[in-house]
Every structure is written in C-alpha cells, then in structure tokens.
C-alpha cells in the first residue's frame, strides 16, 4: 500500500482523537501561555512519546484479533452496540443541565516538561482501546495491513498527528479560546452526533453482511 496510506490514516486518526480539548492538550497551552512556547513543545515532544507508544501496543494487539477473521463482525456488533449506547449517553448528557466545574491545572515549574508530558499521556488508557478498533475497522475494509512497514509508518503517522494537534493548540490558543469555550460546551452533543453517525455506518455494514451472507 505504500507509505502515503498509512502515515496518513496515522495522522489523521491520531490528529482527529487529540484535537478536541482534554487535560493534556489544555495543559500544553497553559504551559504555552505561562511558560512560552519551547516548554510547551517540549511538554507536547513527552505526550507524544507516550502517543507512539500507545498507538503500537494497541496496534500489536489488534492484530491478534484480527488472526480470527470471525471475530471482525462480532467486534462490529459489539461497537455497534456501543456507539449506540454512547450516542443515547451523550445525547442525554448535553440535555442535561451542566453542573459547574472548576478545574485547576498544577504546572510545577521545577520538573521536566517533558516528563511531565509523558505522565499525562500515559496516565491517558484510552488512545489504547481507541487504536485497537481504529486499525481493526479499517482493516475489516481493507484499509489497514498489518505488516511491519505499514504498521511503523502507522505509528509514525499518528506521532505526527499528535505532535500536530499539540502545536494547534500551543501555537492558536488564544484566537481559538472562544471556540475552545464553544466546544467545550457543546462536545456531549458533538461527541454524540459523531457516535451517531458511525453507528449508522456500522449497521449498514452489518446488514450487509448478513444480507450477502
């Protein structure tokens, strides 16, 4: 398949699941903010690190999964199963009236960046179950192939991916605060119009399937 296909499923996917707000990105831009922009890039250069890591172990395992051809269609159900109940969370969720949070992040000045980069991303477990459906997915449709080139240029891909949606937030923060602020308030139902939708996707598949079957 070449190197374009997989380092840009890599990115996309990686730049695609770190681009909504969440601790690690929002603490990239408070150290941006209070630090300048070198401590913040060598605190996104840790999360990163940790990012590559993550994307290969979950790579890895799906390919134990994917030895049992049966398994794929049985993974779709149980996805299915659990968007939809995602897209019903989510959508409840945004409906329901938001209590007020108030998060303080705690930068200490004194410890590495980068480390502290790499403990965030790493005390993150979901890019783990999220990589593992991800190359599944598409290697149920004949996106993905797990051999060794195309798995590293993967992983490759998706360190660029995060390492980019790091710098949009260190680099753009200050002019996308208002939208930060938008989606911040607004991501149940974002989050639950996406799960929506590959909900749909994933039952159109599964017809299919059991209609050519």
């Avoid at 603490?27 to 941006?32: D, M, P, Q």
């Avoid at 480390?115 to 991800?134: D, E, H, K, R």
């Avoid at 891909?157 to 911040?184: D, H, Q, R, V």
Wanted: charged share 10%; glycine share 8%.
């Amino acid at each position: 398949m070449g190197f374009s296909l997989p380092l840009f499923l890599g990115f996309l996917t990686a730049s695609a699941g770190i681009t909504p707000p969440g601790l690690i990105n929002m603490t990239a831009a408070k150290v941006s903010l209070k630090e300048g922009r070198t401590s913040a890039l060598v605190f996104a250069l840790g999360a990163t690190a940790i990012v590559l890591i993550q994307t290969f172990i979950a790579v890895i395992f799906a390919q134990f999964i994917d030895k049992n051809p049966d398994i794929l269609i049985l993974l779709r159900e149980i996805g299915l199963a659990i968007f939809l109940a995602l897209t019903g969370f989510f959508f409840w969720r945004g409906a329901a009236k938001p209590a007020e949070e108030k998060k303080h992040i705690k930068l200490y000045s004194k410890k590495s960046r980068f480390f502290l980069g790499m403990l965030l991303s790493a005390l993150n477990f979901f890019p783990i179950p999220f990589y593992v459906f991800i190359s599944i997915t598409l290697a149920s449709y004949n996106y993905f192939s797990f051999d060794k080139l195309f798995i590293c240029t993967f992983v490759i891909g998706s360190g660029i991916g995060a390492f980019f949606a790091f710098w949009c937030y260190i680099a753009f923060f200050k002019k996308m605060e208002t939208k930060t602020a938008f989606i911040l308030k607004n991501m149940n139902y974002i989050i639950g119009t996406i799960t929506g939708i590959i909900s749909a996707f994933t039952l159109w598949n599964v017809i299919l399937y059991y209609w050519y079957a």
